[in-house]
């Protein structure tokens, strides 16, 4: 069964430094990656994914994730964070044989102005 | 595109009274989902539909929620009779390829 794991509840950077949230996975087979942002009181947006590949992903708000297999991590970074990036960001991981998505428990972004 | 709509966005019940939830999808959209977020807890998948058929509903507590697709358009998530370990936010998601999931605004609930 797959699994992903969102090691920090939360992430402290000073506003204009460079952020990264990290998520490791476990599947059978081949991942389908995914990360979301949730603002307060709203429903899940949706940054960026991998599917296949290049292994570094380009996403919404100049986020970028880099896949890398062999430590089976998808490592959410930006090179500049901003006061508005600040929100609740969890890593998501499918099986491509599985339509079945499993979320990790989010990491909550703190950027200090 | 017109997004996924939910309805109501927030709810507050007494234990043991019955609650539903309606969720339209994005036109198109064939596979629905419906996820539970307890706060400080991620999603969690609580059922999900392809057209009007049940696809999974292992982690969906039947003895008191149900979920129905009819049309194989929009939904109804139903809680009867609700405790006070079902207050979360109830998200509707849907997707066409099942690659990307589009989600809701959410329904907060609270039981008292």
């Known amino acids: 069964a797959q699994s992903v794991a969102q090691p920090e509840d939360q992430v402290n950077v000073a506003e204009g430094n460079p952020l990264t949230v990290k998520c490791t996975y476990s599947?059978?087979?081949?991942?389908?990656l995914f990360w979301y942002v949730q603002y307060p009181n709203r429903g899940l947006q949706f940054l960026l994914k991998y599917i296949t590949g290049d292994n570094l992903v380009k996403g919404s708000y100049g986020f970028e994730a880099e896949f890398n297999k062999s430590q089976t991590s998808f490592h959410l970074k930006k090179p500049s964070a901003l006061v508005s990036d600040s929100a609740l960001y969890f890593c998501a991981v499918r099986d491509i044989w599985d339509d079945k998505i499993i979320f990790g428990k989010g990491t909550r972004l703190h950027i200090l102005p | 595109e017109a997004g996924v709509a939910q309805s109501p966005r927030y709810k507050i019940i007494e234990k043991r009274q019955s609650v539903a939830f309606w969720c339209n999808p994005i036109s198109g959209h064939a596979t629905l989902y419906w996820y539970q977020q307890i706060l400080g807890q991620g999603p969690k998948l609580l059922i999900q539909?392809?057209?009007?058929?049940?696809?999974?509903d292992s982690q969906l507590p039947k003895d008191r929620f149900s979920a129905e697709r009819l049309k194989g358009v929009d939904s109804t998530l139903k809680i009867q009779p609700a405790k006070l370990e079902d207050s979360a936010v109830y998200l509707c998601a849907s997707s066409s390829s099942g690659a990307q999931q589009f989600f809701g605004p959410g329904t907060r609930l609270t039981v008292l």
């Open positions: 599947v059978s087979g081949n991942p389908y």
């Open positions: 539909f392809q057209n009007n058929g049940v696809v999974d």
